[in-house]
């Protein structure tokens, strides 16, 4: 098939990404436009550390929580076991478990889990945040990643 007779979308959706590729200025690419000289710019995330812990509290600006789709559910208990959606948990490089609790709005703070066993789409947890802790279902890799500053 040439590119003469290819369908539009299609060869519209080619020339999107070769640009993007070619780090061409194309909105859809996701570029961020630069802000004025002189304007103030607000962190999408902002850390502390959390005292005697190796994990830091983050605080997200309401923008950066809609951009990422941040969604939070709870732990519940199921049968005597903790419980979590899959979507929850994370892993560290290590292979460490964890899940993201949202004590406050737009805070979060990454909690150590046991893994008992996993059972499609839900998580059994030999230990974990208390029942009814609000965690993190949608974004929690995200949230990882500017923890630990992923991006430099």
């Known amino acids: 098939m040439t590119a003469a007779n290819m369908p ?10 070769i640009a993007c590729l070619a780090g061409g200025p194309v909105a859809a ?6 802000a004025a000289p002189g304007a103030a710019v607000q962190e999408a995330a902002t850390l502390e550390e959390v005292e005697g812990q190796e994990v830091s509290r983050i605080t997200l600006t ?3 929580a809609e951009r990422l789709g ?4 709870a732990v519940e208990t199921v049968e005597g076991k903790l419980q979590v959606p899959y ?3 994370i892993y560290d490089a290590s292979g460490g478990t964890w899940v993201y609790t949202n004590p406050e709005p737009l805070v979060f703070i990454r909690e150590p889990v046991a893994v008992e066993r ?3 789409p839900t998580v059994k947890l030999a ?4 029942p009814g802790t609000k965690i993190v279902t949608v974004g929690a890799a995200e949230l990882l ?3 630990l500053d992923t991006a430099q």
């Open 70 to 73: 941040v969604t939070t559910g």
């Open 8 to 17: 539009w979308k299609r060869r519209l959706f080619g020339v999107l990404v």
């Open 62 to 64: 309401e923008k950066a």
């Open 118 to 120: 996993i059972e499609a």
């Open 145 to 147: 990643g500017a923890e």
């Open 87 to 89: 979507s929850a948990l």
């Open 29 to 34: 690419c996701g570029e961020v436009p630069e």
């Open 127 to 130: 230990s974990g945040p208390q």
